[in-house]
């Protein structure tokens, strides 16, 4: 049975029913048991993507021509909302559904021949995105790995760090600095995105090593020492590259934030459902207020995210550029998961902690999302500056 919650979901666009019900039968295979062994020895879900990538929901924003579904958004987002409902982890493989976006808009017509196909049909995978630094952080502009035109190849030295799925991807979309900082010019400008061809690269000048984090990320640090990388890897403009990382913003951040309100799903499910059936003192202990009003709580910020989530969606889809409203949804909905994640664990009292309920898992697994791909306070930032029109902060 379909808990009330989807039942009373406000139509705004359409719901993908068939969609989440059949991501649902998918993840039904991949249960509690499944996850947590995987996270006990940080390995990745190799079988759950590969399940994923045959049916076909990895692809389905990739345009039919290139062999892909070609669906809107919104259809991505309620493949990965499911998939966090059920309880599974779609950071395994959520990069592919936006990374594609840059080679889409911004790649040439050879490119996207070259890859698209093989991407849709699982012989590719696109799932590594290289952009964050040990000493650059979120400024993204002072980042210092470095691509040289060389000949026919561009020369890359540096480093990257949380370069998630490196391991378990083909390709990475890669942004390097391809002309020097000059005085007057601008940080961003001179940037670049290349695609490295990981299968011939590993050895050969690009090293990856694994971090240990708090959830199971298989996310890992990546060395660069004159990677040869050929220069028709070069994706749009020389010196565009920011310009085309920004563009698949608003899309990632929707989708991340369709994902947290999976996840908000889950946790107030499961926190529902132990608060009917756990009796302390003659009684459910759903039946006190305060067990109750928290849950009610992260129901409503829960739902208030989703409305979110869908107007970003909707403006998107509408072929505007939705800033605001997708730094919005992301930061409501990753509070959202964040807060039913804290309720959840409260409702479950000791048994929150064991491994065997899966609350704590996911609780690990939703927290990063107050930090990656944005964190809240650059969030807070851009309203400030760009909705309000306060002073900019840095
Ligand atoms: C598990 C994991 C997976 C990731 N996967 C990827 C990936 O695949 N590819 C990739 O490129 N990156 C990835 N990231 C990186 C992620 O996007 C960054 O960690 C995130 O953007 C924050 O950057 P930072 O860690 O450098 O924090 P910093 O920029 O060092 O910031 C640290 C703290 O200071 C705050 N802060 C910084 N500047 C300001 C300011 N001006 N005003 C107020 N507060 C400020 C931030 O909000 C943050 O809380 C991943 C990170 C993690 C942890």
């Not at 666009?13 to 993840?27: F, G, H, K, N």
């Not at 991505?76 to 950071?91: F, H, M, P, S, Y």
Request: aromatic share 8%.
């Amino acid at each position: 049975m379909r808990p009330q919650q989807d039942e009373s979901r406000t139509n705004l666009m359409e719901s993908y029913q068939d969609i989440r019900d059949a991501v649902a039968r998918l993840c039904a295979r991949f249960p509690g048991e499944y996850w947590r062994a995987l996270d006990r020895d940080m390995t990745y879900p190799g079988e759950f993507v590969a399940a994923l990538t045959e049916a076909g929901w990895l692809s389905i924003l990739i345009p039919e021509a290139y062999g892909g579904s070609g669906l809107p958004l919104s259809a991505a987002a309620a493949v990965l909302e499911e998939i966090q409902r059920a309880g599974c982890n779609g950071g395994a493989c959520h990069a592919q559904m936006y990374t594609m976006g840059t080679l889409l808009r911004h790649g040439s017509e050879a490119q996207k021949q070259r890859y698209l196909p093989k991407v849709a049909a699982g012989e590719l995978r696109l799932q590594a995105f290289g952009v964050t630094e040990p000493t650059s952080g979120t400024d993204t502009g002072a980042l210092k790995t470095t691509a040289r035109l060389d000949g026919d190849h561009f020369v890359v030295k540096g480093q990257k760090i949380w370069t998630s799925r490196a391991e378990h991807s083909d390709l990475m979309l890669l942004l390097a600095r391809t002309t020097p900082l000059k005085d007057g010019m601008k940080k961003t400008d001179g940037l670049s995105v290349l695609i490295v061809d990981m299968r011939e690269a590993v050895g050969n000048g690009l090293t990856i090593r694994p971090i240990r984090t708090m959830m199971n990320h298989a996310t890992t640090e990546v060395f660069f020492d004159d990677l040869r990388v050929p220069a028709e890897n070069l994706i749009g403009e020389e010196g565009k590259g920011f310009r085309y990382i920004l563009s698949g913003m608003n899309a990632e951040r929707i989708l991340i934030s369709a994902e947290c309100v999976g996840d908000a799903k889950w946790f107030i499910e499961k926190a529902s459902t132990y608060a009917k059936e756990r009796h302390v003192f003659g009684r459910a202990i759903g039946q006190n207020q305060g067990i109750q009003f928290p849950i009610a709580r992260a129901y409503a910020n829960m739902r208030a995210a989703e409305l979110m989530v869908r107007e970003a969606l909707n403006l998107y889809q509408a072929g505007k550029n939705p800033g605001a409203e997708a730094n919005m949804a992301k930061m409501l909905a990753a509070d959202a998961s964040n807060e039913a994640a804290n309720v959840c664990i409260q409702t479950h009292g000791g048994f929150g902690f064991a491994e065997e309920y899966d609350v704590e898992r996911k609780f690990r697994e939703t927290r990063l999302y107050q930090v990656a791909p944005i964190s809240t306070n650059l969030i807070l930032s851009y309203l400030s500056e760009h909705v309000l029109g306060l002073p900019r902060s840095y």
